[in-house]
């Protein structure tokens, strides 16, 4: 006689953030008429991993739990595969509870129960101005903020933060729903259109329409959520074989970083991790990744605490790297791979720890070049072969790298210059026609950075005959940087410069087609400068790239302009900071060659140096702009036209 089996109980999974949401909606009706997972062409399934889809077809279902462990769902899941035709139903054991803004979260019968009546207005990004105007002449709405894992263009938090502001200058009430991206553009569009519809029963729904500036307030909101990259975490990963040289290059970068004093590091060095973090694993290569998912998980949680975490382990499979770069993305970091590219042979060579001779002899198993691969990156954002190079050379590499990324910028560390250069014009009178190079980029031949579209750092072309391009920058773009423009372009003049260089100017917010400032205009009329046929305008990327030389007024401006463009951190400077750089170069260049020595070794761009607002402050405040703006561009723009330098 055979005993009956007992029934296996339902094996527990923790979805993916999207499945989780997709479980929320299934369990309140959020995705009616879908009931389940995996129904025929429903872009909402559910994934198991291989063990779990065999218990869990033995148990007959499988139950879902949160990251704590929670018991959420239990899933039913047929027998057999060819079963699967109705789908896997879900059924609700507990609802989420925690989470920011989680009472925000409605279920659509509740929101029929609440809200009805109201035009339903689905939000998936702060709204601009113009947008808050036709949400305003609505009357009663409902923001839907389609929250979703993958679905708005800011943090799901930000979003119904942002949303939540807008509503207090409206007739509004806020829903979330965790509606996720599925990865296919029209799918996930189909099925926003029908939980919209659901969540919003016999009401209207508006359909917002792309255009305007965000208001102060939800910009900053924005801002915060999206901080410059300047201020962003930063995971810097140094990968590749023992002995390539990844300690001593992580070690080196830590110390300038730590010089400069203005950002928190943590070392995760491959050794120090492996006798601390992850002791007692093996060079397996299953203890390899485990190794490494402990380094990125550490590392993506510095990240989300804006700081900087500098790992160098050897991290030999690609999909690991790509898994921790994953994790560094999801917690809002930057990851930035160096290859340090050194072959084997001179790691070898080398043999500082005496390892490879032992692996040679059989006397250590899977050894990473030997007996154990190593995949070369083909994502790296640097590559550095350190073979026959100084530490400094090659660490220059990177740190270039790093600054062209605009997330960490170290090239004004002066010791990155040998000594005796740093007084010595970077360019002798008779090299005027070469490419300018930097004195740490002469061996650069040997490196090769994947981006091969980054332009070089200057070089000399048919541009040069053209005039050199300023662009001003303030605000508004009506008192200061009109100002510079029109000043400017009358010092150019009186040095008989004027086919030489050409002026424009731009605000980076406010009017477009004003007229300048009265007040400010004053202080131009009294020099004898005209000012009635200047018109403001805003700020464009093309006016960026149209431009040699960015000078703003305020170290604001200019980060501005370097969180969307930080390749050009080498043109854009505030006013001062380049005044002060061209006073201390001590050099004869002018127009180009100035630019990309200054771009070298420019100053720091300190608020000590800023021009202050002088809008709707008075004519002393004017004047006094108007005095500091014509002192340093006495002394800008004859350095630039190569008339007689004034010094000061
Ligand atoms: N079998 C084998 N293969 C490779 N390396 C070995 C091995 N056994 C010990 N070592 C020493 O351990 C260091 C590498 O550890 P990592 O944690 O960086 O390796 S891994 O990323 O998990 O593959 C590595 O240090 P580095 O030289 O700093 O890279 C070696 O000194
Ligand atoms: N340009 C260079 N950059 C880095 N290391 C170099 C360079 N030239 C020689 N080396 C030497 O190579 C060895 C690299 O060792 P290490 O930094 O511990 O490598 P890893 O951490 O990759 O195992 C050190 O002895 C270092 O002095």
């Known amino acids: 006689m055979s005993t009956p089996t007992a029934p296996q109980p339902a094996p527990q999974h923790c979805p993916s953030p999207r499945e989780l949401d997709d479980l929320e909606l299934l369990g309140h009706g959020g995705l009616a008429p879908l009931t389940g997972f995996n129904e025929p062409g429903s872009p909402v399934t559910l994934e198991l991993p291989e063990p779990v889809l065999a218990a869990a077809r033995e148990a007959g279902a499988v139950e879902l739990v949160d990251p704590e462990g929670l018991p959420l769902a239990r899933v039913a899941v047929p027998a057999k595969k060819k079963q699967d035709g109705e789908g896997w139903p879900v059924q609700v054991l507990a609802t989420p509870e925690y989470g920011p803004y989680r009472r925000y979260h409605l279920s659509p019968a509740q929101?029929?129960?609440?809200?009805?009546?109201?035009?339903?207005?689905?939000?998936?990004?702060?709204?601009?101005?113009?947008?808050?105007?036709?949400?305003?002449?609505?009357?009663?709405?409902?923001?839907?903020?389609?929250?979703g894992h993958g679905t708005p263009a800011i943090s799901p938090v930000a979003l119904l933060r942002a949303t939540l502001l807008a509503a207090e200058v409206l007739d509004a009430v806020v829903v979330a729903v965790p509606l996720a991206s599925h990865g296919d553009a029209q799918a996930d569009h189909d099925l926003g259109v029908q939980v919209v519809r659901t969540y919003a029963g016999d009401d209207p729904v508006h359909a917002l329409t792309e255009g305007g500036e965000l208001p102060l307030e939800l910009r900053e909101v924005v801002e915060r959520d999206r901080p410059a990259p300047g201020e962003q975490g930063l995971v810097i990963f140094f990968t590749g074989l023992s002995g390539s040289g990844k300690s001593t290059l992580a070690r080196a970068l830590m110390d300038q970083v730590l010089e400069q004093g203005e950002r928190t590091l943590t070392s995760l060095d491959?050794?120090?991790?492996?006798?601390n973090l992850s002791a007692g694993l093996t060079f397996s290569k299953e203890d390899r990744e485990t190794n490494i998912r402990r380094i990125g998980w550490v590392a993506a949680e510095i990240a989300r605490h804006g700081g900087v975490a500098v790992c160098s382990p050897i991290a030999p499979f690609d999909a690991t790297r790509q898994q921790v770069r994953q994790m560094v993305d999801d917690a809002g970091g930057a990851f930035f791979l160096v290859h340090v590219a050194t072959p084997l042979e001179e790691c070898e060579r080398r043999d500082?720890?005496?390892?490879?001779?032992?692996?040679?002899?059989?006397?250590?198993?899977?050894?990473?070049?030997?007996?154990?691969?190593?995949?070369?990156?083909?994502?790296?954002?640097?590559?550095?072969?350190?073979?026959?190079?100084?530490?400094?050379?090659?660490?220059?590499?990177?740190?270039?790298?790093?600054?062209?990324?605009?997330?960490?910028t170290l090239v004004d560390d002066e010791s990155l210059v040998d000594p005796a250069e740093r007084d010595q014009p970077l360019v002798e009178p008779g090299e005027r026609d070469q490419p300018l190079v930097e004195p740490g980029e002469r061996q650069r031949a040997r490196v090769e950075t994947p981006q091969d579209d980054r332009p070089p750092a200057t070089t000399h072309t048919a541009e040069a005959d053209e005039p050199l391009k300023v662009l001003f920058v303030c605000t508004a773009n009506i008192c200061r940087s009109p100002y510079m423009e029109l000043l400017a372009r009358r010092i150019a003049e009186e040095t008989g410069a004027a086919t030489r260089l050409s002026f424009a100017s731009a605000g980076t917010h406010g009017f477009r087609e004003h007229a300048m400032d009265d007040v400010m205009a004053t202080t131009l009329t009294s020099r004898g400068v005209a000012h009635d046929e200047f018109r403001s305008q805003r700020l464009t990327s093309q006016l960026i790239a149209d431009a040699d030389l960015v000078l703003t007024a305020e170290s604001t401006h200019r980060q501005f302009i370097l969180d969307d463009h930080p390749g050009d951190f080498r043109k854009v400077f505030t006013l001062g900071q380049f005044a002060e750089s061209v006073r201390s170069l001590h050099t004869d260049l002018t127009g180009r060659q100035l630019l990309a020595a200054a771009g070298l070794r420019r100053g720091g761009a300190s608020e000590r140096l800023d021009i202050g607002d002088p809008y709707r402050r008075g004519p002393e405040a004017a004047a006094s702009t108007a005095e500091r703006v014509e002192e340093l561009l006495r002394v800008v723009v004859p350095a630039l036209a190569g008339a007689e330098r004034i010094t000061p």
């Open 352 to 408: 500082r720890k005496g390892l490879y001779k032992l692996a040679r002899e059989g006397k250590i198993p899977e050894f990473t070049g030997i007996s154990s691969p190593y995949e070369q990156p083909a994502d790296a954002d640097v590559v550095v072969d350190t073979t026959g190079r100084t530490i400094e050379d090659a660490l220059a590499d990177v740190v270039d790298a790093l600054a062209q990324t605009g997330h960490l």
């Open 111 to 147: 929101v029929r129960a609440q809200h009805a009546g109201r035009t339903v207005v689905p939000v998936t990004d702060a709204l601009t101005d113009e947008q808050l105007r036709a949400v305003h002449e609505l009357g009663p709405v409902l923001l839907l903020a389609l929250t």
């Open 270 to 275: 491959g050794d120090v991790v492996r006798r």
